[in-house]
Antibody, heavy 119, light 112 residues
């Protein structure tokens, strides 16, 4: 079964850091582009970051650029999001999502991990 | 940046056809994807590249895209189709040598 499972969410204070992980299974992780997408409480979807299969290209949303770092370990079938200098407005469910080749859609999503930034 | 505009809500009678629009500047030149999200669940891709259905998505779901509007059409609407629906495109920011992935604000579909 193709599956993505996120972990690492939690409650942190503004200015602190958190590292999210996404474990992939059921497909050849090393051949797929991946992204992180978040959803604030009661709000819509917001793309956060993208990474190519071989890490050669990385993009960030303006709202997180300079604070978040995406990375992956193909040997461990894992995707990561290092989040520094967290803000209240970063509070959201964070999803990892698999990219479709060539069309830039997201065909597989994890169940999400909750990040709450509050003092 | 590139903005996508969706109606906040759409209602449809059981068994009838629902249309959810997604507006964007010359969106007809882009590949549009649609996601269904039910409460407490992750989004599910229902249409990709304007009018293609992933495996497992019923034929009742279809899409079109032209000019400044893309449309998701759900025929013979069922109670189980009640959900939030999001359109999505990617946009190139050549002046920044970057790309962004953009979602519409989402439309809540109610089946009456």
């Amino acid at each position: 079964e193709v599956q993505l499972v996120e972990s690492g969410g939690g409650l942190v204070q503004p200015g602190q850091s958190l590292r999210l992980s996404c474990a992939a299974s059921g497909f050849t992780f090393s051949t797929y582009e991946m992204s992180w997408v978040r959803q604030a409480p009661g709000k819509g979807l917001e793309w956060v970051s993208y990474i190519t299969n071989n890490t050669t290209t990385i993009y960030y949303a303006d709202s997180v650029k300079g604070r978040f770092t995406i990375s992956r370990d193909n040997a461990k079938n894992s995707l990561f999001l290092q989040m520094n200098s967290l803000r209240v407005e970063d509070t959201a469910v964070y999803y990892c999502a698999r990219g479709t080749t060539g069309s830039y859609a997201f065909d597989i999503w994890g169940q999400g991990t909750v990040v709450i930034v509050s003092s | 940046s590139y903005d996508l505009t969706q109606p906040l809500s759409v209602s449809v009678a059981l068994g009838q056809t629902a249309s959810i629009t997604c507006g964007g500047n010359n969106i007809g030149r882009k590949n549009v994807h649609w996601y269904q999200q039910k409460p407490g669940q992750a989004p599910v891709l229902v249409i990709y590249r304007d009018n293609n259905r992933p495996s497992g998505i019923p034929e009742r779901f279809s899409g079109s895209n032209s000019g400044n509007t893309a449309t998701l059409t759900i025929s013979r609407a069922q109670a189980g189709d009640e959900a939030d629906y999001y359109c999505q495109v990617w946009a190139s920011r050549t002046w920044l040598d970057s790309r962004i992935w953009v979602f519409g604000g989402g439309t809540k579909l109610t089946v009456l």
